[in-house]
């Protein structure tokens, strides 16, 4: 607990953990709730925006699995 934690970009870095979530995953985990990101959903929509999807989690939610993935590549 003396060390910060890596960013998840550098700990998933062999699963191509995009370095843009590092910013929304550590203010996901600001110790002030003030600070934090106001709703789960808006935590999905920083997420789907850090690996480059467009729109909001409720248009992704009712993609196929596939479709998702395609997008996330692309």
Not at 6 to 10: G, I, K, M, T, V
Not at 22 to 25: A, E, I, N, R, T
């Given at each position: 607990m003396g060390s910060d934690p890596?960013?998840?970009?550098?700990a998933g870095k062999a699963y191509g953990v995009p370095a843009s979530l590092?910013?929304?995953?550590e203010e996901a985990f600001?110790?002030?709730p003030e600070a934090?990101?106001?709703s789960v959903g808006?935590?999905?929509d920083r997420v789907g925006q850090a690996y480059g999807l467009v729109g909001s989690h409720r248009d992704w939610a009712h993609l196929a699995q596939k479709e998702?993935?395609?997008r996330i590549r692309a």
């Open positions: 890596r960013p998840p970009s550098e590092d910013p929304v995953m600001m110790k002030s934090r990101l106001a808006l935590l999905a998702l993935a395609a």
